[in-house]
Structure formats: structure tokens, C-alpha cells
Nanobody
Framework: QVQLVESGGGSVQAGGSLRLSCVAS????????MAWFRQAPGKEREGVAV???????TYVDSVKGRFTISEDVAKRTLYLQMNSLKPEDTAMYYC????????????????WGQGTRVTVSL
């Protein structure tokens, strides 16, 4: 069982930056894949960035070059640095953990945080 707690969301203007954090109760980085997902109102949950159990990183095309996923295993924390934010990045952002090698589909992840809201205005 893994408990996840996100923080760092907020409201920013377009072009601004935010850093999301996700603290895990356990962080066996060599066993679990960790990911950030987001869900905008009326839309399906979307995989934004993944660090898989082999430490390969994947981003959805819409955030490449703007978002950076990273982890601090000693602090049991996953981060998402979001730069050059756009209004279309507005969503609830979720941290997720899945055992083994996982990708960007929400069904692959068993453990979820409660989410942190990001709002980007013009």
C-alpha cells in the first residue's frame, strides 16, 4: 500500500510556473513507476509525465519542453516543475504509483493522491 499526498497547485497567469510535489508513504523507486496525471473539467484523465521503474521518463507531447518530472528518493517525493504554463494546462493534477513498469494510462496505476488544482489564466 502506498499513500500519496500532492501539494503545490494554485492559480497563475499564463507564462508562469508552478512546482507540484507528491510525498509518498513508501518510495521503492526500483519497483514502482511514478506518474503525474491531470484531469480538466469534462475531459478524461490524461497522463502528463512518468518516471517508470527503470527510470525512463515519458512526457505527453503537449508538455514537452515545458514540464519536468523528477524525484528525490531520500525524501520520498515526486516533483513536477511546470514552466510556461498555458490556460489549457488548467486541471486537477494527480500523483500516481504503479507496481512495475508502467506507462501513461490511468488504468495502469493502483495508487492515487487526492489531487491538487492548477488554474492558469490569461
Amino acid at each position: 500500500q502506498v499513500q500519496l499526498v500532492e501539494s503545490g497547485g494554485g492559480s497563475v497567469q499564463a507564462g508562469g510556473s508552478l512546482r507540484l510535489s507528491c510525498v509518498a508513504s513508501r518510495y521503492p523507486a526500483t519497483v514502482y513507476s511514478m506518474a503525474w496525471f491531470r484531469q480538466a473539467p469534462g475531459k478524461e484523465r490524461e497522463g502528463v509525465a512518468v518516471i517508470d521503474s527503470l527510470h525512463s521518463i515519458t512526457y505527453v507531447d503537449s508538455v514537452k519542453g515545458r514540464f519536468t518530472i523528477s524525484e528525490d528518493v531520500a525524501k520520498r517525493t515526486l516533483y513536477l516543475q511546470m514552466n510556461s504554463l498555458k490556460p489549457e494546462d488548467t486541471a486537477m493534477y494527480y500523483c500516481a504509483a504503479g507496481f512495475g513498469l508502467r506507462g501513461t494510462l490511468s488504468d495502469e496505476y493502483a495508487y492515487w493522491g487526492q489531487g491538487t488544482r492548477v488554474t492558469v489564466s490569461l
